[in-house]
């Protein structure tokens, strides 16, 4: 049973526009909900993150919004450029003591085009 | 993905083979976790280890052992490998903190043929 899922496996946006990612989750225990990004042959790299307690996070060009009710977050890229393009994971944690077990999504494919 | 060195990079090897991914760190953190990476799958926990000496299974540890000697070092051996088993692998660590992050290392691509 997928906890956390990208029902879009790929998106494709002109270099200016807004780049919507989106992500449900079914598990109301997780309390954190992170963006990471991936290119290929590396590693997962941090993007932003959004606590439970709020419903917006923003930082430069990215900004997620939390749907508690609908169980749904979202990443905004504005404006999109060329080395945006990559793998974006929604990933989400439930508390669980000292430990931050991330449950991931499948990814969705950002192709940010010239 | 510096404080998080993985070994080896590549390793191709042929079902029933043992071998042992390593993976070290000098960020200090407490925790540490070992994923695999496949097609269409995402990332998915295989192990844990909330501190020195301490390790619990996540989502998929079938086939996998890990070991936990030292802060620094979380190792994942596989006894018997298995071309189910073919994957990239992802070793993280990171504590309970204010953003909620993880930090990863590079991977390593592993075939088993």
């Known amino acids: 049973d997928q906890q956390v899922k990208q029902n879009s496996p790929s998106l494709s946006v002109q270099e200016g526009r807004i780049s919507i990612l989106n992500c449900d989750y079914t598990?109301?225990?997780?309390?954190?909900f992170l963006w990471y990004k991936k290119y290929p042959a590396e590693g997962p790299t941090f993007l932003i993150s959004?606590?439970?307690?709020?419903d917006k996070n923003e930082d430069g060009r990215f900004t997620v919004f939390l749907n508690k009710s609908a169980k749904h977050l979202s990443l905004h890229i504005v404006p999109s450029q060329p080395g945006d393009s990559a793998v974006y994971f929604c990933?989400?944690?439930?508390?669980?003591?000292?430990?931050?077990?991330?449950?991931f999504g499948t990814g969705t494919l950002l192709a940010v085009q010239p | 993905n510096a404080g998080v060195t993985q070994t080896p990079k590549f390793q191709v090897l042929k079902t029933g083979q043992s071998m042992t991914l390593q993976c070290a760190q000098d960020?200090?953190?407490?925790?540490m976790y070992w994923y695999r990476q496949d097609p269409g799958m995402g990332l998915r926990l295989i192990y844990y280890?909330?501190?020195?000496?301490?390790?619990d299974k996540g989502e998929v540890p079938n086939g996998y052992n890990v070991s936990r000697l030292n802060k620094r070092e979380f190792s994942l051996r596989l006894e018997s490998a298995a071309p189910s088993q073919t994957s990239v692998y992802f070793c993280?660590?990171?504590?309970?903190?204010?953003?909620?992050?993880?930090?990863f290392g590079e991977g390593s691509r592993l075939t088993v043929l």
């Open positions: 990933a989400a944690s439930a508390w669980g003591g000292a430990t931050n077990k991330l449950i």
């Open positions: 993280a660590l990171g504590d309970r903190g204010a953003t909620g992050e993880l930090f």
């Open positions: 959004i606590s439970s307690i709020k």
């Open positions: 280890s909330a501190s020195e000496g301490t390790t």
């Open positions: 960020m200090n953190h407490n925790s």
């Open positions: 598990n109301s225990m997780f309390d954190y």
